[in-house]
């Protein structure tokens, strides 16, 4: 995904969180920060500018990836007062207004639906890797965003 791509995903974010401004003061759920799952790199990720542009809008991030936690640290410094790293996906997920899915790790195709829906305090659940089938999420009672769908 080039720039432009990355920088529409953070505004279909934020037009559905209910529009311009909605992300002020929202906590975020990001899931996967690799370029892909099983590697720690995160050179052509777009989690980088997806991340500093929630952030840059007013969103504070909890975060967690299987692998690239070390590597992000230093590559989303600039936002690091914005961002909590977590131990896994469900802790990630505590408290958090919406869920984005930026890498199909296996573990974040098989999560516990049921389990993230409690977890989050609204359901908004963005897959920007189109890794979940729409019914199937609905059915839960999620607001399901994903990508050119």
């Not at 952030?55 to 070390?70: C, E, H, I, Q, S």
């Not at 974040?108 to 993230?116: E, G, I, K, P, S």
């Not at 989050?120 to 963005?126: A, C, E, T």
Request: glycine share 8%; proline share 3%; net charge positive.
């Amino acid at each position: 995904a080039n720039e432009h791509q990355k920088e529409r995903m953070v505004q279909k974010i934020e037009m559905g969180l209910g529009g311009s401004g909605a992300l002020k003061g929202k906590t975020i759920a990001i899931l996967g920060l690799a370029f892909k799952p099983n590697t720690d790199d995160m050179r052509e990720s777009p989690a980088i500018t997806i991340c500093e542009g929630l952030v840059n809008r007013g969103a504070t991030l909890r975060a967690f990836d299987p692998a690239a936690m070390k590597e992000a640290r230093w590559r989303l410094e600039s936002i690091k007062n914005n961002i909590v790293y977590t131990n896994d996906e469900y802790e990630a997920l505590k408290g958090s207004d919406a869920l984005v899915l930026l890498t199909e790790w296996n573990q974040f195709r098989n999560m516990d639906l049921d389990r993230v829906r409690t977890l989050l305090r609204s359901p908004y659940f963005f897959d920007l890797r189109n890794v979940y089938k729409r019914d199937e999420v609905e059915s839960k009672g999620f607001t399901y965003f994903a990508v050119g769908k």
